[in-house]
Structure formats: C-alpha cells, structure tokens
C-alpha cells in the first residue's frame, strides 16, 4: 500500500525538472548556460521563451520554457 508521499509529483513531470516558480533572467541563463545579455537579446528579437513582467521584473513561465526547449527540438529534428 503506498501513500500520496510515496508516489512521484505530477507536476514535476509537466516540469520537466524545472523549480516550481517563475524564473528569471539569470535562471533562464544558467539554464541555458549563456550570458545574461543573450537573454535580453533573444526576448528583444523575440527568438527566446516569452517573458512577461510584473512591474520592472521581467519573468519566465517554467511551463512556457519547457514549450520553447520542445519547439526547438521539432525545429530541429524536422529540418
């Protein structure tokens, strides 16, 4: 018999091993192991994971990241 503690967090697998909050521009560039400023300049080429602010912070959706990391990967393997 197994308990709800015992058995995995759905949301981690939506995740896909991302923190459970919003990110931000230095997590999205250690994630990706680039500099912050790349971050700012895909989001002002609008090529990166869509941000959004609240108030002067800009914020990353982990779900929204994890969907552009999956673009990419079709991008890829299609062409």
Known sequence: MSTAREQADPRATL????PDRYLSPDDIAEIFEVPKETVYQWRKKRIGPPGFRIG????????????????????????
């Not at 995740?15 to 991302?18: A, P």
């Not at 002067?56 to 062409?79: F, I, M, S």
Request: charged fraction near 35%; charge should be positive; glycine fraction near 8%.
């Open 15 to 18: 995740r896909g091993g991302l």
């Open 56 to 79: 002067k912070h800009l914020r990353y959706d982990p779900a929204d990241v994890r969907a552009y990391v999956d673009q990419r990967k079709h991008a890829e393997n299609a062409a």
